[in-house]
């Protein structure tokens, strides 16, 4: 994971990481793609009305862990299917 990049999307407006909330317990998982198109696609698919607002960047897997403390996520959603959306999730350990 550490080698690889990922793609996220994030708010052109306030900067704020696209983040899914899977259960009832509040826990919060930025969503994550392996490829730009895949990110494209969810955009396109679930948020077609917001895609002007939102942007696709890209993150080496080595950035994840910080990025996930400084902004107090629990966890990354591999999204692994783009248009059903499937989604992998992964909770972090903490230790940055």
């Not at 494209?40 to 403390?69: C, D, M, P």
Request: aromatic share 12%; glycine share 14%; charged share 20%.
């Amino acid at each position: 994971m550490y080698s690889e990049v990922y793609y996220l999307v994030r708010s052109k407006a306030d900067g704020r990481y696209l983040t899914a909330y899977p259960n009832q317990d509040g826990l919060s998982y930025l969503l994550l793609f392996k490829e730009h198109f895949d990110a494209l696609s969810y955009l396109n698919t679930h948020a077609g009305e917001l895609s002007n607002r939102l942007g696709v960047e890209s993150i080496s897997g080595s950035q994840i862990g910080g990025l996930l403390k400084r902004w107090g996520f629990n966890g990354v959603g591999i999204v692994i299917d783009p248009l059903l959306p499937k989604i992998d999730f992964l909770q972090h350990g903490g230790n940055g």
